[in-house]
Every structure is written in C-alpha cells, then in structure tokens.
C-alpha cells in the first residue's frame, strides 16, 4: 500500500512537471494551460525555496510568451501581475491588474476567455484582495515615515551642535523620501482611497509645500465628498501660503457649515482686512462679537479698524483748503467724525484691558487714543502701565513725553526722554527735546550739556 502512494505521488510530480520537461523539446505543442502550469510550478518548487527574482522572471517570461502568442487573457494578465507583485515591481502589477479588469467587463473578449472573470473566485474579487494587501503596507509605510519625520523634527529642534543638525536633515529628507514614495504608491494601488491624497497632504503641510497639500486635499473632497474637516484644512493651507483670497473663499464655507465658528469667522475677518477690505472685515468682526463679545482678537481688530476711519478723517480733513466750497462744515463734519471714531476705538481697547490689564499692544492704542483726545491723565496712566511691562519701548517713552509736554509738566517729561537718550545718545531730536526741557526747569548747566551734544552729534 506503501509502495502504491509513492508511485501514485512520482506520477503526479511527473505528470506537473511534463510542461517543464516538454518546454524543452516543442513548446509550439503548448496550449495556454500548459504555460500557466509551468510557471506555477517554477514558482512554487523553485521561486519559494530560494526567493530570487531570476526564478520568477523565468515565470513571467513564460506567461509573456503565452500572451503573445494567445493574445489578450485574464488569466495570463492576473498571473503576470501577481509575479511582479512577488518581486516588489507594483506599478508593473496595477497595470496587469488594471488590464485584467478591463478584460473582463470587455464584450469584445470571447466568452470562454473571460469565463474565469465569473467564477466565485473570479480574479476581480482577487485582485481586490491584492491591492489592499499592498495597499495597506504602503500606507502603513508612509505614516510610519511621518512619525519618524516627526520625531526626528523634535529632535533636531532641541539640539544646537551643527553636526547633529546635519545628520538630523539627512535623516528628515530620507524619511520625506520614503515616506513620500509610499503615498504614490498607495495611491497608484488604490486611486480611489481618499486616505492616501489626506495622509499625503499632512506630509506636504509638514514641509511646509502648502500648495502641493492643497491639491491632495480637493482630490480627497473629490473622491469621498466635501465636510467641514476637508474644508478646514484647506483654508488654513491658503492662509499658510498667504494666499487672502482663496483662504476667504474656503473659510466661507466653513462659516456655511457652522455660522457659529469663531475661528473661520476671525481668519475672514484677518484676510479681507489684508486684503485691504476693511469695512468686509470689520463685518466678521461684528459677527464674532455677537457670539463672543470678550474675543480679545475680535475687539484688538474693532478697536483697530474705528483707529484707522479716524486717521482716514483726518487725512481727509487735511485736505479740505479754504477755497473749497462749504469748507467750514466739511472741517466740521470731519472733526465730528473724528471725534466719533476716536471713542469707539477707545471703547475696544478699554474693553481688552478690563479683560488683560497687561495687554501691551492695547495700552499702546489706547495711550494714543487718550493723547490725541488730550484726555492727558489716562494717557499717562496707559503709558506708563506699559513702560513697566516693556522698558525701553522708544515709542512709548516719546509718547509719554509728549502727553507731559501737553500738560505742562516739564520736570515730568525729563524721565522718558533722558531714558530715550540713556538707550540711544546719537539721536540728536532727543538731545533737542531734553534742552528745551532743561531751560524750561532752570537747568542751565544741562541745557548747555545737551547742546553741546547736538551740535557734536549734527558734525557727524
């Protein structure tokens, strides 16, 4: 009984590999199956022992051959791809993979070429399977190479030696390399996943290539459909480039999405008003304070919009001669409007402070604000609550020393301008100011002091 299986086994073995020892003699006696036997064979008993591509390109010569000469086949076209996916060459595998598909859902094939495309097992189904095995490694690969381009980045910035920076570099662009290559191949994989274009996306924004992520993101809106996470990324790339128009374009839709979005409604309100659209600007900026009115962006942004109608008022009413028709109630109407836009401006920064008591940028404002006004006790108040956050602010102090001028407090005066000088003694306006100051305390000698020091500082 023994003896019956070996030889039963020696006759199986011969009778798959009769193509191989027929393959020597007349392969022109070959029918197609004869061929995809053969390969099967070097592949299974050959190729998986020693794993060498010479072995499998004997297999794929083999169904190349049966292909030209039996023409277009499913059967063939699947099995070329699956030996150039055994080998690493997936590109070459999508596109026999890619022709199989064609093939079968092509009438024009003969029936009986096309019947292993029906089968319950047909390749379709197969080739699906292929293709997300490859796909998910080379996705799995790339977000691999992110989280090392992201580990390498936070390494690299807590080093300052030079050779470290070096081969932290070398080591972010290979990591940019592979991981890019994945993506394309993931994509050339599967074309219709939108994880890919998204994954491939984040990578372009890592290396700060927004445009590039722009393009990945729209393709993920076109495969999968637009949302708000979509949108998002792709107004804040455009706002990244800076490219204002686009950013508010997208940044529209997202404000479509949610009305309440306080910050798509702040970026629409920062692009137009870098647009120079600033009444379109201020509207967003209305519309945050409706659903915020603490926003501290928000009301840095009204404050300074109603600060630059008043410096355009004023512009304006430089402008009005004597000649001029109604020129008394121009220059009146002007001031008014000054006067009206200096209050609402002031009213914003005031509202930031109440909030930050040390916000610098709206005590700097709002100073201004109180000057212009000749509300000199606030603007001295302001002044000085930001000296003591920022010291040496040259145009802080000089605000400070005008406000005094202003209200006839010389001795006051002298302290922003000796500091002014203390931080910059070859400014000559300032040694001007402090003799002036001098000679209005009755300090003879320093008002002398002061200009000796411009006129050496007016020789050079």
Same mark, same amino acid.
Request: glycine letters at 4%; one cysteine or more.
């Given at each position: 009984?023994?003896?019956?299986?070996?030889?039963?086994?020696?006759?199986?073995?011969?009778?798959?590999?009769?193509?191989?020892?027929?393959?020597?003699?007349?392969?022109?006696?070959?029918?197609?199956?004869?061929?995809?036997?053969?390969?099967?064979?070097?592949?299974?008993?050959?190729?998986?022992?020693?794993?060498?591509?010479?072995?499998?390109?004997?297999?794929?010569?083999?169904?190349?051959?049966?292909?030209?000469?039996?023409?277009?086949?499913?059967?063939?076209?699947?099995?070329?791809?699956?030996?150039?996916?055994?080998?690493?060459?997936?590109?070459?595998?999508?596109?026999?993979?890619?022709?199989?598909?064609?093939?079968?859902?092509?009438?024009?094939?003969?029936?009986?070429?096309?019947?292993?495309?029906?089968?319950?097992?047909?390749?379709?189904?197969?080739?699906?399977?292929?293709?997300?095995?490859?796909?998910?490694?080379?996705?799995?690969?790339?977000?691999?190479?992110?989280?090392?381009?992201?580990?390498?980045?936070?390494?690299?910035?807590?080093?300052?030696?030079?050779?470290?920076?070096?081969?932290?570099?070398?080591?972010?662009?290979?990591?940019?390399?592979?991981?890019?290559?994945?993506?394309?191949?993931?994509?050339?994989?599967?074309?219709?996943?939108?994880?890919?274009?998204?994954?491939?996306?984040?990578?372009?924004?890592?290396?700060?290539?927004?445009?590039?992520?722009?393009?990945?993101?729209?393709?993920?809106?076109?495969?999968?459909?637009?949302?708000?996470?979509?949108?998002?990324?792709?107004?804040?790339?455009?706002?990244?480039?800076?490219?204002?128009?686009?950013?508010?374009?997208?940044?529209?839709?997202?404000?479509?999405?949610?009305?309440?979005?306080?910050?798509?409604?702040?970026?629409?309100?920062?692009?137009?008003?870098?647009?120079?659209?600033?009444?379109?600007?201020?509207?967003?900026?209305?519309?945050?304070?409706?659903?915020?009115?603490?926003?501290?962006?928000?009301?840095?942004?009204?404050?300074?919009?109603?600060?630059?109608?008043?410096?355009?008022?004023?512009?304006?009413?430089?402008?009005?001669?004597?000649?001029?028709?109604?020129?008394?109630?121009?220059?009146?109407?002007?001031?008014?409007?000054?006067?009206?836009?200096?209050?609402?401006?002031?009213?914003?920064?005031?509202?930031?402070?109440?909030?930050?008591?040390?916000?610098?940028?709206?005590?700097? %404002? $709002?100073?201004? @604000? *109180?000057?212009?006004?000749? #509300?000199? &006790? =606030? +603007?001295?108040? /302001?002044?000085? !609550?930001?000296?003591?956050?920022?010291?040496?602010?040259?145009?802080?102090?000089?605000?400070?020393?005008?406000?005094?001028?202003?209200?006839?407090?010389?001795?006051?005066?002298?302290?922003?301008?000796?500091?002014?000088?203390?931080?910059?003694?070859?400014?000559?306006?300032?040694?001007? %100011? $402090?003799?002036? @100051? *001098?000679?209005?305390?009755? #300090?003879? &000698? =320093? +008002?002398?002091? /002061?200009?000796? !020091?411009?006129?050496?500082?007016?020789?050079?």
């Amino acid at each position: 009984m023994n003896k019956m299986k070996i030889w039963v086994a020696v006759i199986v073995i011969l009778a798959l590999a009769a193509p191989t020892v027929m393959a020597q003699e007349n392969r022109a006696l070959w029918n197609k199956s004869t061929y995809v036997q053969s390969a099967k064979i070097i592949y299974q008993h050959e190729y998986k022992a020693q794993k060498t591509k010479d072995i499998m390109y004997r297999c794929i010569d083999l169904i190349k051959e049966a292909d030209g000469r039996f023409g277009p086949d499913p059967e063939l076209s699947y099995s070329l791809g699956v030996y150039y996916a055994e080998i690493g060459l997936l590109d070459t595998m999508v596109m026999y993979f890619d022709s199989v598909e064609t093939m079968c859902s092509d009438t024009t094939i003969p029936e009986k070429l096309r019947a292993n495309c029906y089968k319950k097992d047909n390749y379709v189904s197969k080739i699906s399977g292929f293709r997300q095995k490859y796909w998910e490694d080379s996705y799995n690969s790339a977000v691999e190479n992110i989280n090392q381009y992201d580990t390498v980045m936070a390494r690299r910035g807590r080093t300052e030696a030079s050779d470290s920076l070096a081969l932290y570099d070398s080591l972010k662009a290979e990591t940019l390399k592979r991981g890019m290559a994945e993506f394309d191949l993931a994509a050339m994989l599967k074309p219709s996943d939108p994880k890919t274009y998204d994954g491939k996306g984040v990578f372009l924004e890592r290396e700060k290539r927004y445009t590039e992520a722009i393009e990945e993101y729209k393709k993920v809106i076109k495969l999968s459909g637009e949302n708000v996470k979509d949108v998002s990324k792709i107004a804040y790339a455009y706002i990244s480039i800076p490219d204002w128009m686009n950013a508010a374009i997208w940044f529209e839709r997202l404000v479509d999405y949610d009305p309440q979005n306080i910050s798509a409604l702040v970026n629409l309100s920062i692009c137009h008003n870098s647009l120079g659209d600033y009444d379109k600007s201020y509207t967003y900026t209305e519309k945050i304070l409706s659903i915020e009115p603490t926003n501290p962006q928000a009301l840095y942004n009204a404050g300074q919009y109603w600060f630059l109608k008043m410096q355009q008022a004023a512009a304006d009413l430089s402008e009005v001669a004597d000649s001029t028709k109604g020129a008394d109630a121009k220059r009146k109407e002007y001031d008014a409007q000054i006067a009206d836009y200096r209050t609402k401006s002031a009213d914003y920064f005031e509202k930031i402070i109440a909030g930050n008591a040390e916000d610098k940028d709206a005590l700097k %404002r $709002l100073g201004l @604000l *109180y000057l212009l006004s000749q #509300q000199n &006790e =606030k +603007a001295v108040d /302001a002044f000085s !609550k930001f000296i003591a956050l920022e010291p040496n602010d040259a145009g802080v102090l000089d605000y400070l020393g005008r406000t005094y001028i202003q209200m006839g407090k010389f001795q006051e005066a002298l302290f922003p301008y000796e500091k002014l000088v203390e931080n910059d003694p070859g400014n000559a306006e300032v040694w001007e %100011r $402090l003799e002036e @100051l *001098y000679r209005y305390t009755n #300090q003879a &000698e =320093k +008002a002398e002091q /002061a200009k000796a !020091k411009v006129a050496e500082l007016r020789k050079l």
